[in-house]
């Protein structure tokens, strides 16, 4: 049976978002990953098992090397979802600008 993990759940880590910032410059092995961490490469492999549970990453196998890149379309499902609040919170703070600027005017 396939492990389903929560997409969220797995951004969540700070060492897994790092690793999906290191990702999104290009594919790296494990071994590459884990020179930028004070973690073993074993608990590296971790978070990539986990990015890769959720679908975020993907693997490509080059001889013996096996090399992890974003899944963009997935990245962009993320987007997708958290666009629906950033329209929530611009209008909020579309609000509270206009909120000010009248308090600013009747000050003069």
């Known amino acids: 049976m396939e492990i389903r993990r929560d997409i969220f759940q797995a951004i969540a880590d700070p060492t897994r978002r790092a690793i999906i ?3 999104a410059m ?3 092995t494990p071994n590459a990953l ?7 490469r074993q608990a590296v492999s971790k978070h990539l098992k986990i990015l890769t ?4 990453l993907k693997q490509d196998q080059q001889g013996r090397e096996i090399y992890y890149h974003l899944d963009i379309d997935k ?3 993320i987007d997708q979802w958290i666009s629906q609040f ?4 611009e209008s909020k703070f579309d ?4 909120l000010l600027a009248n308090l600013k005017s ?3």
């Open 21 to 23: 910032v290191l990702l």
């Open 26 to 28: 290009g594919a790296m």
């Open 34 to 40: 884990a020179e930028h961490f004070d973690s073993s």
């Open 53 to 56: 549970e959720c679908e975020l």
């Open 75 to 77: 990245m962009k499902e």
């Open 86 to 89: 950033r329209k929530i919170w």
């Open 95 to 98: 609000q509270l600008d206009q």
């Open 106 to 108: 009747k000050k003069k």
